[in-house]
């Protein structure tokens, strides 16, 4: 399915945006997660404490690369869907042009 220019430019302008808030939220992600691994390790044994934090951690390293790739090819459709090459770098400037093509 083809998808329209205004389509196209509103991908990319969510993809950037939900790009920046990948890191913020993986670091939350991982201060819950030690939090709750400390509670674990206080309530019952310290190994499983850590056995807790090694869970954690994947979980949130699986996640964060899933949604990584995700945004990236979310992204590249809309590159593709404005006709652009998709080595563009997303700069302030272009970000300007995606704006400008939502207004029209």
Do not use: N, P
């Not at 400390?38 to 699986?62: D, E």
């Not at 979310?74 to 080595?87: I, R, V």
């Amino acid at each position: 399915m083809a998808m329209t220019k205004k389509e196209a430019a509103k991908r990319i302008l969510d993809a950037v945006e939900t790009a920046d808030r990948i890191r913020s939220r993986t670091i939350l992600a991982v201060v819950f997660g030690v939090i709750i691994s400390i509670g674990i390790a206080a309530l019952s044994s310290w190994y499983f404490g850590l056995a807790a934090v090694l869970v954690f951690g994947l979980l949130v390293q699986f996640a964060h690369e899933r949604m990584s790739v995700s945004v990236q090819s979310s992204q590249l459709q809309g590159l593709k869907g404005l006709g652009w090459d998709e080595a563009t770098v997303i700069d302030e400037a272009c970000i300007e042009r995606l704006k400008k093509i939502l207004q029209v």
